[in-house]
């Protein structure tokens, strides 16, 4: 939930990064964090095992872009992606305003993406919201293994809800599209917040996505 | 999105009165209210002690997952929570449903002190809150004021 600060002049978002277990949701933070200005973001904090598989969630802090002279503050979260930690789930879901939904290309991986994806819709109901409203990006990772799933393949089990979602092919520890993602979901919940704020009359624009990024019939975003 | 809570730059000054009147009977550090999502409301007190950000995120965790074992006791939630150190402190205390306060405390203080003032604190808090606006705050921005050029850009190719 975004939080409107008149006296910081400051506005909130919590984008929240989803995905089965090693699917390359903290190596899209890392990345950020190791390429982002420093000047833009704060300290990266992981709460993972020793075996560093997160246990809890990772959180970086990154401001952004003024919008008529109120700084925007993207606050990024991850979840821990195996199956009994739902709970866990549940408390980083609180509050979000944008979804990254990171799948693994594998094809072993393929029954993970999909249990995740429909546990992120039911986990997202539990605090009455909707998978078809909250601003969301997939992502399709690991796609510099041999391995993979076709994108045709991964947009038919994963791509398939009312809504037709934005996704991006990336390989998250080469940070390829780790950006193009993130830029994504950050300017489709802008413009969903700022339909929220609208001005009477205003004229839409549509969201910015480069077209190299986008898998073939994806341009009809939904904001 | 759930209504927005928007925080006038009056409401601000409220909460930083209670807040500073809190921290003043109290002589801990830093007090700081967040959302149970992990957003700052508002904050008073010595900023340069720490990164608020992440102790708000990593707050808003830590009084969630103790729910849990509250549960197994009987209990909904614990509406307080005390992290001991060898010289910094923190106490968290529930302030309402969607709301929780931190306060980070020295040895010129005692968690008595700071567990006694909490209470009114909190609840001089959750007054102000209920009566935020939500929406029609006149924030007016439409999508032709968001930039659609990239919000974060990286300084150059990273070498693969």
């Known amino acids: 939930m975004s939080i409107i600060n008149y006296a910081s002049r400051e506005i909130q978002f919590k984008i929240v990064y989803y995905g089965p277990g090693i699917g390359g949701k903290t190596t899209n933070l890392s990345y950020i964090h190791q390429r982002i200005n420093p000047q833009n973001r704060g300290d990266l904090v992981s709460l993972a095992t020793a075996a560093e598989r997160t246990l809890f969630f990772?959180?970086?802090?990154?401001?952004?872009v003024v919008i008529k002279g109120f700084v925007t503050k993207f606050q990024l979260y991850t979840v821990p992606g195996q199956v009994i930690y739902n709970a866990t789930r549940q408390l980083v879901l609180r509050s979000v305003d944008?979804?990254?939904?990171?799948?693994?290309?594998?094809?072993?991986?393929?029954?993970?993406n999909v249990e995740s994806f429909r546990n992120l819709a039911e986990n997202l109901a539990r605090q009455n919201m909707s998978i078809d409203e909250v601003p969301c990006v997939?992502?399709?990772?690991?796609?510099?293994?041999?391995?993979?799933?076709?994108?045709?393949?991964?947009?038919?089990?994963?791509?398939?809800?009312?809504?037709?979602?934005?996704?991006?092919?990336?390989?998250?520890?080469?940070?390829?599209?780790?950006?193009?993602?993130?830029?994504a979901v950050s300017q489709i919940l802008?413009?969903?917040?700022?339909?929220?704020?609208?001005?009477?009359?205003?004229?839409?624009?549509?969201?910015?996505?480069?077209?190299?990024?986008?898998?073939?019939?994806?341009?009809?975003?939904?904001? | 999105m759930n209504p927005i809570p928007v925080l006038t730059i009056q409401d601000?000054?409220?909460?930083?009165?209670?807040?500073?009147?809190?921290?003043?009977?109290?002589?801990a550090e830093?007090?700081?209210?967040?959302?149970?999502?992990?957003?700052?409301?508002?904050?008073?007190?010595?900023?340069n002690l720490m990164d608020v950000t992440?102790?708000?995120?990593?707050?808003?965790?830590?009084?969630?997952?103790?729910?849990?074992?509250a549960r197994r006791i009987g209990e909904v939630e614990f509406n307080a929570l005390y992290h001991q150190g060898n010289g910094s402190h923190v106490f968290m205390n529930?302030?309402?449903?969607?709301?929780?306060?931190?306060?980070?405390?020295?040895?010129?203080?005692?968690?008595?002190?700071?567990?006694?003032?909490?209470?009114?604190a909190a609840q001089n808090v959750a007054n102000i809150l209920k009566s935020l606006q939500r929406n029609g705050h006149g924030l007016a921005f439409d999508a032709k004021d968001v930039s659609t050029a990239p919000i974060f850009t990286e300084p150059k190719p990273a070498s693969s």
Do not use: C
């Open chain 1, 138 to 183: 997939l992502q399709y990772n690991k796609r510099d293994l041999t391995n993979i799933a076709p994108v045709n393949y991964m947009e038919y089990v994963l791509n398939n809800g009312k809504r037709r979602l934005p996704s991006f092919e990336a390989i998250a520890t080469t940070g390829q599209n780790v950006f193009a993602v993130l830029n």
């Open chain 2, 94 to 120: 529930s302030v309402d449903d969607d709301t929780i306060m931190i306060t980070v405390f020295g040895s010129r203080t005692t968690v008595g002190l700071v567990r006694f003032y909490s209470t009114a």
């Open chain 1, 190 to 223: 802008l413009h969903k917040f700022s339909k929220q704020n609208e001005v009477p009359h205003a004229t839409p624009v549509s969201v910015a996505i480069p077209a190299q990024n986008v898998i073939p019939h994806n341009d009809n975003v939904t904001v």
């Open chain 2, 54 to 69: 992440i102790i708000a995120a990593l707050a808003a965790g830590s009084f969630a997952a103790t729910r849990e074992l």
């Open chain 1, 58 to 64: 990772d959180f970086l802090p990154l401001n952004a």
């Open chain 2, 12 to 27: 601000v000054a409220t909460l930083q009165d209670v807040l500073s009147d809190f921290l003043k009977k109290t002589e």
């Open chain 1, 98 to 112: 944008g979804v990254v939904f990171v799948a693994d290309s594998q094809w072993e991986k393929m029954e993970e």
């Open chain 2, 30 to 47: 830093l007090t700081v209210v967040i959302d149970r999502g992990g957003n700052i409301i508002s904050q008073f007190g010595d900023m």
